[in-house]
């Protein structure tokens, strides 16, 4: 494959690559959603005790996930440096999250939480094998401004799909069962393998350049860690992309975590959560393309900000949502929700295949699995961080779990009555807290200062310094772009 700056990708490639998504996607939907409800109300230990086996495991990435960026730039294999982890990933991403959802009963709460704490730890380091190498490969596919949107806008639409079938389906296999610890374990077999299978396809469809294998310099410990946790940060661009990524995902997080809550013992609707879950997931494919149109148009920073600004919009009817309200005023709530959530999801992921090009700028090196590796870490301990402090919250405020009774052999669940401090400060996680985050992720996207004219500036000086085809004017446009793209204390 060529490295030229207007490359095609086949098609076949592009939905190879975002079938991937299948797993990032579907997985994190049905945790974000059903997950922490599962281990309150299921497995039954505390919130505060929930929240900590999501800490620990954050901690855990804190070391897992840069180190699987660094083993992954430095990987050699005849099928290049990320696909071999997805052949990998296969059996464990199955084992991994059926082992995560099979409900203990162990007599002692603390024993059901070590379990717990095992078994997130086990799906949490084979999530980093797989998916730090997967966003990695991004960049390498195409150095394209417009086709890694496109390439994006595909895993999008992956991603969409898997997040409907992940936030609608799972209750409904649950449901069929009348002991509902069954119901789980199905539910886990089932999606499991909807997680894995299809990495066979993304291996066989994807490719790696040949031009981007060089070898990296060996290095001390001291340097590593440099290396791979300071000088990464010292890019203005990519701090930007990781603020947009983590405040408007944590918006997301936010709403995720107490929605199945909120329907629940506020709204009083539960079942309504799966046909309003569809629209909003069923919307959301429909306008990734929009936004994908508009970012050729205009830009990715556009196309981003106004997505955001859409999904605001919304924030002010969330807190005054209510047991009262119309099914019609619902669906088209969602349904402006679902518009936002579109262009923020492709954008951010659009944009991070560009940040190792401009490292590259700096350094000489490709390290996408570096910044992989922190773009993920970063953005599993803020999520850990948001349902910690979530869910201790909840049980602050008075949170009364289900009570579990057995009739005619058969264990229900029975829901309690809630406290109105509770309640409150549902609403208020509901409504003001996703709002604050993703105004802070759009000051970040205003600050962004990659466009579409000053990525082609960039590639094209970045290919003359390969081909060894320098211009007079090179140095004086590298330190222009270094100093925009970088910031103002560069190196040389």
């Known amino acids: 494959m060529s490295a030229n700056n207007t490359e095609k990708l086949r098609l076949a490639t592009k939905i190879g690559y975002g079938a991937g998504d299948i797993f990032g996607s579907g997985a994190m939907t049905i945790i974000g959603f059903y997950y922490l409800y599962f281990l309150t109300d299921v497995v039954r230990i505390s919130p505060a005790l929930a929240g900590m086996a999501f800490l620990i495991s954050k901690i855990w990435d804190a070391v897992s996930d840069p180190l699987m960026g660094m083993i992954s730039d430095r990987t050699r294999t005849r099928f290049g440096r990320r696909r071999p982890y997805f052949l990998a990933g296969i059996f464990l991403i199955a084992v991994s999250f059926f082992v995560m959802w099979f409900p203990v009963s162990f007599p002692l709460e603390i024993h059901r939480f070590i379990y717990v704490l095992a078994a997130y730890l086990f799906f949490s380091t084979v999530i980093t094998m797989v998916m730090i190498p997967y966003n990695a490969l991004a960049s390498e596919l195409t150095v394209d401004y417009n086709e890694r949107t496109s390439l994006a806008t595909y895993r999008m ?20 069962f009348d002991d509902t610890r069954t119901g789980y374990m199905v539910m886990a077999i089932v999606f499991g393998l909807m997680c894995a299978l299809p990495f066979i396809a993304t291996f066989l469809s994807t490719f790696e350049r040949s ?16 290396h791979t946790f300071i000088e990464p940060f010292r890019v203005r ?5 990781l603020m947009m990524y983590v405040f408007s995902f944590l918006a997301i997080d936010s709403l995720m975590a107490t929605l199945i809550y909120f329907m629940t ?16 997931f069923v919307t959301q494919i429909i306008f990734i393309p929009v936004f994908d149109l508009l970012s050729k148009k205009t830009s990715k920073r556009n196309s981003f900000i106004t997505s955001a600004l859409i999904w605001l919009a919304t924030f002010g009817y969330s807190f005054i949502m209510g047991p009262e309200s119309p099914a019609t005023v619902l669906f088209i709530y969602v349904f402006v929700v679902g518009i936002g959530l579109g262009g923020i999801q492709v954008m951010v992921f659009a944009m991070f295949p560009d ?13 996408e699995g570096v910044y992989s590796g922190l773009f993920t870490f970063v953005r599993k301990v803020s999520s850990a961080l948001a349902i910690f402090i979530i869910s201790n919250s909840i049980q602050i405020a008075g949170y009364s779990p ?21 309640l409150l400060l549902l609403r208020l996680i509901f409504a003001f807290i996703p709002a604050i985050f993703l105004v802070i992720a759009i000051y970040n996207c205003v600050r962004y200062p990659l466009s579409p004219e000053i990525h082609t500036r960039l590639r094209e000086l970045l290919s003359r310094r390969k081909s060894g085809g320098a211009i007079a004017s090179d140095r004086e446009a590298e330190l222009e772009l270094k100093k925009m793209l970088i910031g103002k204390k560069i190196d040389g």
């Open 355 to 367: 940040i190792p090009d401009i490292d590259e700028l700096k350094t000489g090196e490709r390290r």
């Open 211 to 226: 031009e981007f294998q060089r070898e990296i310099a060996r290095q001390n410990f001291s340097e590593t860690l440099r």
């Open 157 to 176: 639409i992956f991603s969409g799909i898997a997040g409907i079938i992940g936030a609608v389906v799972p209750l409904e296999i649950v449901k069929s």
């Open 402 to 422: 289900p009570l579990e009774q057995t009739v005619d052999g058969v264990k229900k669940i029975v829901q309690q009555a809630q406290t109105a401090e509770f």
């Open 265 to 280: 013992y506020y709204v009083g609707k539960p079942d309504m959560m799966t046909p309003l879950l569809g629209v909003c």
């Open 237 to 241: 661009s990519f701090r930007n992309v």
